[in-house]
């Protein structure tokens, strides 16, 4: 499972940012053909796509967020991204409210694979943005063998629930805590990521920290952002520090049973906790 911390939204036109996404060093590249693709340029958008995935990028993986089931588009671009001559790609599926919908996109992918003789299968992340996908979250977090982790998408989720000001993203981390603590759990209790979503403005501002700061307080695994200026921020807080891992380390060698270590008690669920702590660094998910 591909490591995380710091995943770039990059649209899928004009070209010209397309292209800028082949050089940008996030641990993911998220092409956008949703949001950021009006639906006049929807098929030009998706064939310039398919070619961008057989080039290089230096990010270490590659998403492709397609357009939500139910579209004219989704089936089409799920069987492209099969298609494609990218050995390891993952589709970002939005809006996905019951298993039925992940259903879809595992039966329809596994077609496209067949046909094009794919050899590595194509992987999944759910976004969680309606209150019927927030409800669901826990069924969804265990629907596809393919699901690498749940994204959890403020905007949409604001409009769903019906907050007029956009969700109150202004006025604290903890407006979202609800949905937060949902996704999370969902999360952890299937062993797959989880991904808080992007802070809906560019600066690598106190805002933004404060946002990044609360994800990874809470336990998630990394964060969307839609500038490149965000992403060493990102970086820095998702990775555990030559402290933390030195602690760490310090732990799991520590003997068997409750002990005192620095003179703080030490026992098996501390334990798990610092394996934790080891395993992110490494790019590991912990529960896997």
């Given at each position: 499972?591909p490591?995380?911390?710091?995943?770039?939204?990059?649209?899928?036109?004009?070209?010209?940012?397309?292209?800028?996404?082949?050089?940008?060093?996030?641990?993911?590249?998220?092409?956008?053909?949703?949001?950021?693709?009006?639906?006049?340029?929807?098929?030009?958008?998706?064939?310039?796509?398919v070619?961008?995935?057989?080039?290089?990028?230096?990010?270490?993986?590659?998403?492709?967020?397609?357009?939500?089931?139910?579209?004219?588009?989704?089936?089409?671009?799920?069987?492209?991204?099969?298609?494609?001559?990218?050995?390891?790609?993952?589709?970002?599926?939005?809006?996905?409210?019951?298993?039925?919908d992940?259903a879809?996109?595992?039966?329809?992918?596994a077609?496209?694979?067949?046909?094009?003789g794919?050899?590595?299968?194509v992987?999944?992340?759910?976004?969680?943005?309606?209150?019927?996908g927030?409800?669901?979250?826990?069924?969804?977090a265990?629907?596809?063998?393919?699901?690498?982790?749940?994204?959890?998408?403020?905007?949409?989720?604001?409009?769903?629930?019906?907050?007029?000001?956009?969700?109150?993203?202004?006025?604290g981390?903890?407006?979202?805590?609800?949905?937060?603590?949902?996704?999370?759990?969902?999360?952890?209790?299937?062993?797959?990521?989880?991904i808080?979503?992007?802070?809906?403005?560019?600066?690598?501002?106190e805002?933004?920290?404060?946002?990044?700061?609360?994800?990874?307080?809470?336990?998630?695994?990394?964060?969307?952002?839609?500038?490149?200026?965000?992403?060493?921020?990102?970086?820095?807080?998702?990775?555990p520090?030559a402290?933390?891992?030195?602690?760490?380390?310090?732990?799991?060698?520590?003997?068997?049973?409750?002990?005192?270590?620095?003179?703080?008690?030490?026992?098996?669920?501390?334990?798990?906790?610092?394996?934790?702590?080891?395993?992110?660094?490494?790019?590991?998910h912990?529960?896997?």
């Open positions: 499972m490591r995380r911390r710091a995943c770039l939204v990059v649209p899928a036109a004009p070209a010209a940012k397309l292209a800028k996404g082949h050089g940008l060093e996030a641990d993911e590249i998220v092409i956008d053909l949703e949001d950021a693709v009006v639906p006049a340029a929807k098929d030009e958008a998706r064939e310039a796509v070619a961008a995935l057989g080039e290089e990028f230096a990010a270490p993986s590659v998403a492709v967020r397609v357009n939500a089931i139910g579209t004219p588009w989704c089936h089409v671009e799920l069987a492209a991204v099969a298609a494609s001559g990218r050995e390891h790609v993952t589709v970002v599926l939005p809006k996905v409210e019951h298993p039925h992940l879809f996109a595992d039966r329809l992918l077609g496209a694979e067949a046909a094009a794919r050899a590595a299968p992987r999944l992340l759910a976004l969680i943005e309606t209150a019927a927030l409800q669901a979250a826990g069924e969804l265990r629907a596809s063998a393919r699901l690498d982790g749940l994204i959890l998408g403020y905007a949409d989720l604001a409009a769903s629930l019906g907050r007029p000001d956009g969700g109150g993203r202004a006025a981390p903890d407006d979202w805590r609800f949905a937060q603590d949902a996704v999370l759990v969902a999360a952890r209790a299937a062993g797959v990521q989880a808080d979503g992007p802070h809906l403005a560019i600066r690598d501002d805002p933004f920290r404060a946002e990044v700061a609360h994800a990874r307080a809470l336990g998630y695994d990394g964060k969307w952002a839609i500038h490149p200026n965000q992403v060493p921020t990102l970086h820095d807080v998702f990775t520090s402290d933390d891992l030195e602690r760490a380390q310090r732990i799991v060698d520590a003997a068997d049973g409750a002990i005192r270590l620095d003179g703080e008690m030490v026992d098996e669920a501390t334990k798990k906790l610092a394996a934790g702590v080891l395993a992110r660094a490494r790019g590991h912990p529960e896997r």
